[in-house]
């Protein structure tokens, strides 16, 4: 995060074209879908950066497009028929190339090999009619000009790494034989397959048990001290980003509502969607006999993002600042502190005053 | 949920006051496996596997377990969605567990079920006023002031508009379908509403508004709960008591406090430490992470003895030999484990760890390890004081001042044991000290299982 503090590309006006100095650099993005009832603008202005060996975890509730921007930085938008139907701009850079205006050709020979992706669902994520082994061995020599028995190795080796017991024999088994929890370790083997440098997570471990889910964000811990890769994990669950978490992104309506290190996000949120997050969490370490505060309202539609600040009509706190700015003028990214950014009405004191007095006490 | 309700007080001192509202005993629900063409019944998936627990009026009783334990399948069965295959089911006295269609149609006004997906439970070419309508319909019952109006009052008090009767499900949000399911579930001012996941499929902060919806419509209706969900922060923070399952049997049954704080069966223990705590700053505190290998084993076939004992760390020889029974080790919470945690063990003889076990034990910090025994034995040794304060008549007076340094020592000694190895079995030492004494506190503690 040192790089943020010091250069406005956090901001997202960097030089555009220049190639950023971190890892994984978003700046600006934009992901829209056109539509018969208009235009779904799923990611809208989004910019982020992520280091080698750094876990970036991206929050929000469904439909914030926490999935379409990982999608976006993959290049899956672009695949096939969905390809024809999506307004993308912006630039993700990864390692240096720029991604967004790449050419396709040139994003697969990416995809798999220096980014990779694990989905939350596995059986249906991988094939019901190839064995795991097969799968793997795929992915492996579309990037590697080996034998099938070289890839096979491999693929037996990678099982082991995970933590698949008798990987040799469960190299043939097929994604239904295996429990949710394998599945998933053998998802993680075949997206680390090819030693990418940037693996991004989507929603790895909702689907789990939380004793599954413990063992699976160790592994996940685990390889990526052992590989040095970046980490981009989504995720609804703040235990989980409280957990891994170098840095956290608050995605609302398409926008990044507030972003900063782990420690800033949940000792000194900024944001009232942040605290809302926060207080709308049964927490297991605490006793808590008095009553949750939920968000009020439902999240807003992305074809009608409400005007201003999209969290207004859900915001306690709206009627803070003067006049009905918060209404009308849509907040920026603004820095609250060392790479620690927010886009919020509420003056700092106002902010403090309420997240000190109101909501920490009762979380 | 009101606040005084949930204090520990009225919750640990006066539970027996409540009049029971429903109670299970032995409840089995084993699905057959058929093979071949003759479809020979060769095996069965023993989904429930003799369960018992009783729910009292006006008490939130939570569920919780991994996935496959058979929680759910519980919820059908005691709701009659699902027959029984063994045990028995009453309910506010009445014996229901044979009870056929017509025979529990009565019942149905007093039990009702509210889904984990509010997708797959609605009809979606029916109205919400259709839905909301139909238990009236199907039970013959006019509401004053007539149907319509009453559907209309339900959707307000759960907070939806009563302009959305004659709108259709697919214009309603995850969150809003799940008040329409509960507005259903209480269309016929129920007894008691089994919930099967009910907030597992919602967004965070609409999870929050639907709790707080529940927690309000039991006060002021006065409902019974189950909840059985997979979550142990919601499950905590809506129940009274919480029941523990782990392939088909209950592990543990404890008040909510007592299960948080000082949980007894090991899996209840792993089970919590898994639990992703929102504090970045406790992630270093991985000491007091316990890693479960490996997966639940399959319920065809499960383990013999103590169903956890392939899995644990504590497990010796009668783990895998001998079931352990629910017993009430301490007021209010009944645990089945021959070694729990926190208490005095309950097999202090058999101390040597299975092979699997100590494999186990690797995943499992020491400091957890170390705490553990030094528990356990300091509970030990004050029973084993106590006992020999009203048994033994030379120890006179003396024993008062003799029994705190004792608990002290074996506390001591147990703090450094565990570096030297699997020492945390050695932890019962202290009691077996004080002779026959020892057997007082284990007959004691055997009582309640008479009753």
């Known amino acids: 995060m040192t790089e943020l503090s010091k250069t406005g590309a956090a901001l997202g006006e960097p030089a555009p074209g220049n190639a950023p100095d971190a890892f994984l650099a978003v700046r600006d993005l934009k992901v829209h879908f056109p539509t018969d009832d208009g235009l ?12 080698k060996g750094k876990t970036l975890c991206i929050v929000g509730e469904s439909g914030s497009g926490k999935s379409v921007t990982s999608l976006a930085i993959m290049g899956l938008h672009r ?15 990864l390692d240096g190339k720029e991604l967004v205006s790449a050419d396709p050709d040139e994003v697969r020979r990416l995809r798999g090999r220096e980014m990779a992706m694990i989905f939350q669902d596995p059986l249906s994520a991988m094939h019901p009619y190839y064995t795991i082994g097969n799968q793997i061995v795929e992915a492996y ?49 075949m997206a680390l397959v090819n030693n990418p440098e940037l693996l991004i997570a989507d929603e790895p471990t909702t689907a789990l048990d939380v004793t599954v889910q413990a063992q699976i964000l160790d592994l996940i811990r685990d390889l990526q001290k052992e590989f040095g890769s970046a980490v981009v994990l989504i995720t609804h669950d703040l235990g989980v980003v409280a957990e891994i978490a170098d840095d956290v992104l ?109 909501i920490a006490p009762k979380l | 949920m009101s606040e005084t309700k949930k204090t520990d007080a009225d919750v640990t001192t006066a539970p027996d006051e409540r009049e029971i509202l429903l109670k299970v005993e032995g409840l089995q629900k084993h699905f057959p496996i058929r093979k071949g063409v003759l479809q020979r019944q060769v095996g069965a998936v023993k989904a429930v596997d003799g369960i018992d627990f009783e729910v009292r009026k006006g008490e939130t009783l939570g569920v919780v377990g991994e996935s496959g334990c058979g929680k759910s399948t519980m919820g059908r069965v005691i709701t009659r969605l699902q027959e029984p295959t063994g045990g028995s089911i009453h309910f506010e006295g009445q014996d229901i567990t044979r009870l056929n269609a017509a025979g529990m149609r009565p019942l149905r006004r007093d039990i009702q079920m509210i889904f984990q997906d509010p997708y797959g439970s609605l009809n979606p070419r029916h109205t919400i006023g259709g839905i909301v309508s139909a238990p009236f319909r199907l039970q013959g019952v006019e509401p004053e002031g007539g149907v319509k ?82 979550d142990l922060s919601v499950v905590r923070h809506v ?71 392939t899995r644990c760390w504590k497990a010796t020889e009668i783990c895998k030999t001998t079931e352990p029974q629910l017993v009430e080790l301490r007021p209010g919470q009944r645990v089945a484990c021959h070694h729990p945690e926190n208490f005095a063990d309950q097999a202090p003889q058999d101390t040597v760890l299975l092979s699997a076990a100590k494999e186990a034990a690797e995943l499992v910090a020491e400091e957890v390890r170390a705490e553990s025994a030094k528990t356990s034995a300091a509970v030990a040794a004050v029973a084993a004081g106590s006992a020999e304060e009203t048994g033994a008549e030379a120890a006179g007076k003396t024993a008062d001042t003799a029994e705190q340094p004792e608990a002290e020592v074996a506390a001591d000694v147990e703090a450094t044991a565990p570096k030297t190895g699997p020492g945390a079995k050695t932890a019962p030492a202290a009691p077996l000290k004080t002779g026959e004494a020892s057997t007082e506190p284990e007959a004691d503690r055997q009582d309640p299982t008479d009753k």
């Open chain 2, 239 to 309: 129940s009274d008591r919480i029941a523990v399952m782990y392939l088909g049997k209950i592990v543990e049954l404890a008040d909510r406090t007592a299960l948080y704080e000082a949980p007894m069966h090991p899996y209840t223990k792993a089970l919590m430490s898994a639990v992703p705590v929102p504090d970045p700053k406790r992630r270093g505190a991985k000491s007091e992470r316990i890693l479960l290998r490996g997966d639940v084993p399959s319920p065809i076939s499960p383990p013999s003895g103590c169903r956890f004992h």
């Open chain 2, 149 to 230: 109006r009453e559907v209309q009052r339900l959707l307000e008090l759960v907070g939806l508009s009563p302009e959305h009767y004659n709108r259709y499900p697919h214009e309603f949000s995850g969150g809003q379908r799940q008040r329409i399911g509960i507005a259903r579930a209480l269309a016929l001012k129920p007894k008691l509403v089994v919930a099967d996941e009910p907030v597992s499929a919602l967004d965070v902060s609409i999870q929050a508004q639907v709790v707080n919806l529940m927690d309000d419509l039991q006060e002021e209706l006065g409902l019974t709960y189950v909840i059985i969900a997979h």
């Open chain 1, 250 to 358: 608050v995605m609302y309506g398409g926008r990044c509502v507030e972003r900063g290190s782990v420690d800033d996000v949940f000792e000194r949120p900024q944001h009232p969607y942040t605290w809302g997050l926060l207080g709308s969490m049964p927490r297991i370490d605490r006793e808590t006999s008095e009553r949750l505060i939920p968000v009020k309202g439902q999240p807003p539609s992305l074809i009608n993002v409400p005007s201003g600040c999209a969290f207004h009509p859900r915001c306690p706190y709206a009627d803070i600042p003067k006049g009905d700015v918060t209404r009308t003028v849509r907040p920026e990214l603004q820095q609250v502190g060392g790479g620690h950014y927010s886009a919020c009405h509420l003056s700092p004191e106002d902010r403090t005053r309420i997240w000190t007095e109101e």
């Open chain 1, 40 to 51: 779904v603008k799923s990611v809208d202005g989004l910019s982020f950066q992520v280091e």
């Open chain 1, 79 to 93: 695949l096939g028929a969905r390809g024809k139907n999506v307004q993308m701009s912006g630039e993700i850079w």
């Open chain 1, 141 to 189: 020599r579309v990037h590697h000009d080996v034998s099938k028995k070289v890839a096979r190795k491999r693929a037996v080796e990678m099982l082991d790494r995970v933590g698949i017991p008798e990987p040799d024999k469960r190299v043939d088994g097929y994604p239904h034989e295996f429990s949710g929890g394998m599945r998933q370790r053998a998802m993680i083997a």
